[in-house]
């Protein structure tokens, strides 16, 4: 069984990079026109085929399927009506082979452990399948089962993706660009995450806390009496599904602010929580219409409703620090930041020339800058044929590469994209990013007196310094060399009256500062500097010692 499983799997992806092979490399040199004229017909055959196998398959084949289907801002339409079947059309299993799991892992009946249970199943995942059901004392619950033997078929998949993926490593760009392998081992650590449901209530929790201020966004809870490796029971938080669009315009939300707060949702996992849902597709959102409250200019009132935590991110303080740095860059329109950014998280491979890199990014930013996710697919092959043109030789070095941290955030970015556009295809990326960027740039700018000790520790070093040095000089750490007898007690003066002139000049720095603190109407800490710049310049007014 496992080892048919894995010639299918290996079998169909031969033959699609056969396929790609022969028309797109060879066919297309020869007669362009048909080949471009055939690709609609051709393309949705083969994803026909892809989610015919997904769905006869199942596992990690209807995993691809779902993140396929959400990329509405890559792929063709045709492509995408067939893909996105997968998220409603998995073959539950027969009830009959879903009860023992649940028994087994509860270990009591399934009578005893609920009031009421629903044997057909409300949605089928790749990984498990969802039940409606009834705690002992009426609440209503999702039970979620994962699908047994699951974990024998992953392994065959892995084994198929695993031969794919060294067949594509003998390509030397892709194997310089793309650790196929790393990204096999990132993937089966995931699935490995996701068949065990505790941690999946777990995650569910984090994202409760993250977001407990938030009344715009709902996370459902876990109900931990029932929860085991392969059981999973959480409140039942069903509403409407964001991509059914029909329903959302129907209930009075608009979904344009609902293609804003999903967007705003995950700047806020990403830029602050270092902690996001990684899996947005669209069976595991919904829209909530709250009742009872006063519908505004830009609609009804709503919840934005998460579920499925298996597959979550997180993203490490410091590269939060650069990805921040490339928000501002981008709200901002600040091409030299946005690459100082991209430099620091590894996306530029050692050796690329910044500053060229840098030029290419803000003739990037003049041609789509303001431009609608919509405008965006519709680039004009003019414009990008000519931007290829200015900077063909650095493309083709392609000195780009995605690091490690970064790939499942790269997913997960692939699948907002796909919702937000089919929400509001006029959804503009940058005018949303820029008041982001802004809060970001008043929270990242340092308090006055951060800026104050700034510009003051070099000054605050300078007499201690100079200090050091006169005291090795004395000593004989430091060698003179003088021609007259008078000159090592002169040079001393001239060194005595150097640094009384420098704690003078300090201290003239700090009575500077305490005016542009009690200006910006801080008069505690301009008086503190005011007192500390009026010792130092009392102390620079002492007389010289003499000597001898």
Do not use: C
């Not at 066919?27 to 051709?42: D, E, N, Y």
């Not at 059901?133 to 999702?142: K, Y």
């Not at 710049?533 to 000597?547: V, Y």
């Amino acid at each position: 069984m496992a080892y048919v499983r894995f010639l299918r799997v290996l079998g169909f992806a031969m033959r699609l990079l056969t396929h790609v092979v022969v028309w797109e490399l060879l066919l297309r040199r020869l007669r362009p026109a048909w080949v471009q004229g055939t690709a609609p017909r051709r393309y949705r055959g083969w994803a026909t085929a892809f989610r015919d196998l997904a769905m006869q398959l199942g596992g990690a084949l209807i995993k691809l399927g779902q993140f396929l289907s959400a990329r509405v801002d890559v792929l063709p339409d045709f492509v995408i009506e067939e893909l996105a079947q997968l998220q409603d059309e998995v073959p539950a299993e027969p009830f009959e082979r879903i009860r023992p799991v649940i028994e087994a892992e509860l270990g009591k009946p399934l009578e005893v452990a609920f009031r009421s249970f629903e044997p057909e199943a409300a949605a089928g995942a790749s990984l498990g399948q969802v039940h409606r059901a009834w705690l002992l004392d009426g609440t209503p619950v999702m039970v979620k089962v994962q699908r047994p033997g699951i974990e024998r078929l992953l392994a065959a998949d892995l084994a198929a993706l695993t031969a794919v993926a060294r067949i594509l490593s003998l390509y030397p760009a892709l194997r310089r660009r793309v650790h196929l392998d790393r990204l096999l081992q990132e993937f089966a650590r995931t699935l490995a995450t996701e068949l065990d449901y505790t941690a999946e209530a777990r995650h569910a929790e984090q994202f409760a806390r993250n977001f407990a201020d938030d009344p715009g966004v709902r996370i459902p809870r876990p109900f931990w009496s029932h929860i085991r490796r392969r059981v999973l029971v959480l409140e039942d938080v069903t509403a409407i599904k964001i991509t059914d669009l029909a329903a959302i315009e129907r209930a009075g939300i608009s979904r344009v602010a609902v293609a804003r707060r999903l967007y705003q949702t995950y700047l806020r996992q990403v830029f602050y929580d270092g902690f996001f849902h990684a899996d947005p597709h669209p069976g595991n959102l919904f829209v909530e219409p709250l009742e009872g409250e006063v519908p505004t200019d830009e609609g009804r009132p709503f919840r934005l409703t998460f579920v499925d935590f298996g597959m979550v991110g997180r993203i490490s303080p410091e590269a939060r620090r650069w990805l921040r740095e490339a928000a501002m860059g981008l709200g901002t329109r600040d091409a030299r930041r946005i690459v100082r950014a991209m430099h620091a998280l590894g996306f530029l491979l050692p050796g690329t020339d910044l500053e060229a890199i840098t030029q290419a990014v803000e003739r990037l930013l003049d041609h789509i800058w303001g431009l609608s996710m919509g405008q965006l697919r519709e680039w004009s092959l003019r414009e990008a044929e000519a931007l290829f043109l200015e900077f063909r030789e650095l493309l083709l070095r392609f000195p780009f590469q995605i690091p490690q941290e970064f790939l499942l955030l790269g997913r997960t970015l692939g699948l907002l994209a796909g919702l937000v556009t089919r929400l509001d295809p006029e959804f503009n990326l940058f005018a949303e990013a820029e008041p982001f960027a802004r809060r970001l740039l008043e929270e990242e700018a340092p308090s006055l007196s951060e800026q104050v000790f700034e510009l003051i520790r070099p000054l605050l070093r300078i007499p201690l310094d100079l200090g050091r040095f006169l005291e090795r000089s004395l000593a004989g750490g430091i060698r003179w060399e003088v021609t007259f007898p008078e000159a090592r007690e002169t040079l001393i003066l001239i060194a005595e009256g150097f640094q009384r002139l420098v704690w003078q000049i300090t201290g003239f720095v700090w009575v500077l500062l305490a005016l542009f603190a009690f200006a910006n109407q801080q008069p505690t800490l301009a008086g503190v500097l005011f007192g500390i710049g009026g010792l130092w310049l009392l102390w620079g007014l002492r007389p010289l010692r003499r000597r001898g």
